[in-house]
Nanobody
């Protein structure tokens, strides 16, 4: 089993940028599917982006252009870079992982491990 811990959240002005981090702990080679999801109050959780064991990335259509996922294996960390933040981006952002990466899709039902979440608040 692994544990995921997010960091880097906070309050920012619209138009700003932010980079969230997700650090994994446990005895792993970090060869697995990892993803970012978000959930705003009163809204359904939605996928943001995912990265597979070969660092192939995929981003939700509505997130393309402003959201970028990446991985630093040496640090056991996955990042989510967010540019041009908008008030509607305000949400709790969650890091998630799926082990045994035979496939990697941006669907919360596939994820096996979740972080505690990092709050992102964007003011206008």
């Amino acid at each position: 089993a692994i544990q995921l811990v997010e960091s880097g959240g906070g309050s920012v002005q619209a138009g700003g940028s932010l980079r969230l981090s997700c650090t994994a702990s446990g005895t792993t080679d970090m060869r697995y599917c990892m993803a970012w999801f978000r959930r705003a109050p009163g809204k359904k959780r939605e996928g943001v982006a995912r990265i597979d064991k070969d660092d192939d990335v995929s981003t939700a259509v509505s997130m393309v252009g402003r959201f970028t996922i990446s991985r630093d294996r040496s640090k056991n960390t996955v990042y989510l870079q967010i540019e041009d933040l908008k008030p509607e981006d305000t949400a709790m952002y969650y890091c998630a992982a799926r082990l045994n990466d035979n496939y990697c899709y941006l669907w919360d039902g596939d994820m096996q491990y979740w972080g505690q979440g990092a709050q992102v608040t964007v003011s206008s």
